[in-house]
């Protein structure tokens, strides 16, 4: 017979087990039971230890089967109840994995409305099994701000491993998460400026200084000052509030087109190029349930309907859309129509935002010991924290600054809560609140703030959310229970570590689900999961986390997380939306007619993510994308096509739970007189994290100057290369933290990544050459879809594609140059009297030194090259030089050898020396170093370049040298 303390420590072993099978919580302690012979019952309380990990039907019974079994010669024939956190542990399985007794309890279902905030009526799909109707709110962690102590502003976090916490986390909200949530069909709101670009033109009534202008027609009337937005000056201080320093525009709906009064914001855009459009009204009791806005851009005109009951006094996001220069195009603006499906409503009308801009909240010291001028951030606006960003949108200070303007750091957390509930106020979550009367779903904060290890072991996910707020109430608002929060958690956890163990790294942690009370997650009026995704300052984290692949599938599971909860809560089915398609292609059908090709990518471990249409999107020469058109098969036809027309293209998937990620952009040139067809080939598809090394003798990190990798896209996460390398190196302060500590060089920058759209960019210069052009990308011709031996000349685009691991390295390397079945497809064509041109960083590097002894032979044999150097140039400049092949002139040029917004760089180019046969036909500058090599013979020719011909500066020496290139493969 065991001691009660015997059985105790039985169960308390027994939990540990359990418990650390599931999630690493370490020992179970503290362990009690309480027994009632007079009903024949057995509570065991354990600590609140066990309830952090994720509880399911299946580990519940085998908890209740082994306390059971530890217990049966003492309490044999007992109803046996585990509690911990003071819920029995049943109770905390999530709605969403049980099979019976849900508890409704905790459902926080809003009542639907036919009139969400937004609604973009150009797109030529409907979602009816995603997130429609759904409003969210998301933010990325920290952000540059003013610290008061010492009068200067800087990061809330450390300089670590080429980052900081309050800019990487951006790197998976802005290019992944709230895409897939938009592409789902929700509206995200979020307290920090969503926008990269620099530049911020306001176009508002009350401003008539500007170059920009706002027009209206018809019946419009101005509102009382103090009622809507002026921006009087060029830098804010505390309490000073944009949007009551103006007024707005009003009038009546009406059902008639031709009676319809007209707004318009006409902006003079001095740069091209993408900028996010924010719009701005007054929500009144009357207002418009559909208020019809039309945004003109380089692509054509997008339209939304927009519910102006609700958002009103703040800027509120449409879209990121493309404006050529105003000296090129005057037709490019907004305008606002009273036509509504309801007359007599109001409809409203205040500023218009286009870019995101730089900050221009002037802070300085509360305390007037010490005279300070206010200084503002010298930051773009999405580089800072929340608290800033909210002030200029119009939110009360009492919501941005709970300390009464004494401490910006504790007023940038503090804002998020009470912002959220802003949002709310007034809907059904906070009926009795004044606010926005956003009806907000559910909140999500993104950090990752959890730690290191001082080997190869990953810190992993947490998940945190607070059952009571800060009046202890176990309820929200609108009498939901609290726990609601723990179902959010608990979904979106255990999916990010499923599909990054299925996918990527099978050793990623699940740590644990804390209830616990931080601010973040406490204050909303909404379910709110503050997540740590993993540690940026664990640098076996950090080799996954700085990975573009690896951003994409934690975002997608984030995303996934958060539609299966909703999907649960609604009690409706859902569907996950495609993935991108592979194995693009365009071709002349004739020399006016072009048919574009796609293949349908499926999911692998996700069954509901299956394509049902899809979407091709064009752009005409230097514009923008227009809105798309539906095509049910996986093929499309352009009639008609212009000479001397570039024609580019993007297609995505769609099904009944949204849409997918762009596939590469390809381009098409049918030009007049043309001299012949080239095909391009787009073999880039690399994105990766910076190359990383770890060594038995305490030293590891990232070392950018071998290889900085390729952003998806664009950087924003970039702060300099890390400079300290020993594991032993301890923090001691922001500004002094040891192991991973980086640079500043590059922090709040723009860094250009792989765009996907180099097809164009050397589509351009051979259109000007006088050729016509195709392009696919490398999979449609290793599947046969495309023949390479229907084209005179091929133009191979490798950029900075090699072979490439993930993480610890133990997953299959991939984005090779040339695989077997590429080289034979190239040798095949060569022996057909093809001609070649090829560029790439890495070519020799992935072929001589990451390859076999046949990729070398195909290298020196086959692509008549050797490799001389894999660290070639620093400085970036090249020449052409005089060589025996007379079709190149000497020149000199530049190529982007550094960190910047425009093109991806290359930091390592390879110096390619000519094989038997060959010549060297252009040199880096520095080193002299073999840059470039052709060869010719009786039946083909080839150019091979060690650089990315994409990445060179100038236009006008781009066009020079594959002018050289065309007319000596002629």
Request: net charge neutral; with cysteine; hydrophobic share 35%.
């Amino acid at each position: 017979m065991f001691s009660q303390n015997g059985l105790e420590k039985q169960i308390a072993d027994s939990l540990t087990v359990i418990a650390n099978s599931y999630s690493d919580i370490g020992k179970v302690t503290g362990v009690t039971i309480q027994a009632n012979k007079s009903d024949k019952t057995l509570t065991v309380f354990a600590p609140a230890k066990l309830s952090y990990i994720p509880l399911r039907e299946e580990n519940v019974a085998r908890i209740y089967k082994a306390i059971k079994r530890i217990t049966a010669s003492k309490y044999d024939g007992y109803a046996i109840k585990c509690i911990t956190d003071e819920k029995a542990i049943e109770e905390l399985i999530p709605n969403y994995f049980r099979t019976k007794n849900p508890d409704s309890s905790r459902k926080f279902t809003l009542s639907d409305s036919d009139f969400p905030l937004i609604k973009n009526i150009s797109k030529p799909y409907t979602i009816t099994k995603g997130l429609q109707n759904r409003h969210l709110a998301l933010w990325h962690s920290h952000g540059w701000y003013y610290k008061q102590q010492t009068a200067r502003w800087e990061w809330q976090r450390a300089r670590l491993n080429q980052t900081v916490e309050d800019i990487f986390t951006i790197s998976y909200t802005l290019p992944y998460i709230v895409p897939m949530l938009e592409n789902a069909g929700a509206t995200v709101f979020m307290p920090r400026d969503r926008d990269t670009q620099l530049a911020e033109i306001i176009v508002d009534n009350d401003d008539k200084s500007s170059n920009s202008k706002y027009k209206d027609h018809r019946r419009w009337r101005k509102s009382k000052d103090g009622e809507g937005f002026a921006c009087r000056k060029t830098e804010f201080l505390f309490g000073e509030n944009p949007f009551r320093a103006g007024t707005y525009m009003h009038t009546h709906t009406v059902t008639d087109n031709d009676d319809a009064a007209i707004a318009e914001w006409i902006p003079t855009i001095e740069q091209a190029g993408e900028y996010a459009v924010y719009i701005s009204y007054k929500s009144l009791k009357n207002s418009a349930t559909d208020a019809l806005y039309t945004v003109f851009h380089a692509g054509g005109a997008t339209h939304f309907k927009i519910n102006q009951r609700m958002g009103g006094g703040t800027w509120i996001y449409l879209g990121t859309f493309y404006f050529d220069n105003s000296k090129h195009r005057d037709n490019q603006g907004i305008t606002l129509s009273s036509v509504s499906s309801d007359s007599g409503k109001t409809i409203t009308a205040d500023a218009v935002k286009f870019g995101g801009g730089m900050g221009n909240i002037a802070r300085k010291p509360s305390s007037d010991s010490l005279v300070y001028e206010p200084i503002t951030s010298g930051k773009p606006r999405w580089a800072e924290g929340a608290r800033y960003w909210l002030q200029w949108a119009g939110v009360p200070d009492s919501v941005y600054s709970r300390t009464n303007n004494t401490n910006d750091y504790t007023d940038d957390f503090t804002s998020r809560g009470f912002w959220v509930n802003w949002l709310a106020g007034g809907s059904q979550v906070l009926p009795q609140n004044a606010g926005l009367n956003i009806p907000i779903d559910l909140a999500v904060a993104l950090h990752s703030d959890a730690g290191t290890t001082l080997n190869d072991s990953i810190i992993g996910t947490l998940g945190i959310f607070s059952v009571a707020n800060t009046q202890k109430s176990l309820l929200y608002k609108n009498g939901v229970s609290r726990w609601a929060a723990r179902d959010l958690a608990d979904i979106v956890q255990n999916q990010v570590v499923a599909d990054i163990r299925k996918q990527i790294a099978p050793e990623w942690t699940c740590r644990n689900l804390w209830n616990k009370s931080y601010s973040e997650s406490r204050e909303p009026e909404v379910p709110t999961l503050l997540l740590e995704l993993l540690s940026h300052q664990n640098f076996a984290d950090m080799r996954y986390g700085l990975d573009p692949r690896f951003q994409f599938i934690a975002s997608r599971a984030i995303y996934k997380g958060i539609l299966r909860y909703l999907s649960n809560v609604y009690a409706c089915d859902y569907i996950v939306q495609p993935l991108p398609v592979n194995s693009v292609s365009c071709c002349f059908i004739n020399d006016k007619d072009l048919e574009i090709k796609w293949q349908p990518t499926l999911d692998s471990i996700e069954p509901t993510a299956t394509p049902e249409k899809f979407i091709v999107y064009m752009k005409i020469d230097d514009g923008g994308f227009d809105n798309g058109t539906m095509v049910n098969a996986n093929t499309f036809i352009i009639n008609n096509l212009e000479k001397n027309r570039i024609y580019s293209f993007k297609i995505t998937a769609v099904n009944g739970g949204g849409e997918s990620f762009p596939s590469e952009i390809l381009s098409a040139c049918s030009t007049k007189d043309s001299k012949g067809t080239v095909l391009i080939v787009n073999a880039f598809d690399r994105i990766c994290a910076p190359a990383s090394f770890d060594s038995p003798n305490g030293q590891a990190g990232f070392i950018a100057d071998k290889d900085a990798g390729v952003p998806y896209l664009y950087s924003m996460n970039y702060t300099g290369n890390q400079f300290n390398f020993d594991r032993q190196s301890n923090f001691i302060d922001n500004d002094s933290p040891g192991f991973g500590a980086s640079y500043a060089l590059h922090e709040a920058q723009i860094i250009a990544g792989n765009t996907f759209e180099y097809p164009f960019v050397h589509g351009k210069a051979i259109a000007k050459a006088g050729f016509s052009f195709v392009s696919c990308s490398k999979n449609a011709v290793v599947r046969g879809a495309i023949a390479l031996h229907n084209y005179k000349i091929v133009d191979i685009i490798l950029g900075k594609q090699k072979k490439t691991l993930i993480g610890n390295g133990k997953k299959t390397a991939e984005f090779e140059t040339f695989s077997p079945a590429f080289q034979t497809i190239i040798k095949n064509y060569l022996q057909k009297n093809g001609n070649l041109l090829i560029s790439g960083a890495y070519i020799g590097t992935d072929l001589v030194k990451n390859g076999t002894p046949t990729d070398k032979r195909f290298f020196e044999n086959t692509l008549k090259c050797k490799l001389q150097s894999d660290h070639a140039s620093l400085s970036g400049k090249a020449e052409i030089v005089q060589s025996p092949v007379k079709q190149f002139a000497r020149s000199s040029f530049e190529f982007y050898s550094q960190p910047n917004p425009y093109s991806y760089f290359v930091e390592s180019p390879d110096a390619l020396a000519p094989a038997e046969g060959a010549y060297t036909i252009a040199r880096y500058a520095d080193g002299k170093f073999s840059a470039a090599t052709a060869y010719a013979d009786s039946s083909n020719k080839i150019c091979t370049f060690g650089f990315p011909l994409e990445t060179i500066k100038e236009e006008k020496d781009r066009n020079i040298i594959f002018r050289q290139i065309l007319n000596f493969f002629k």
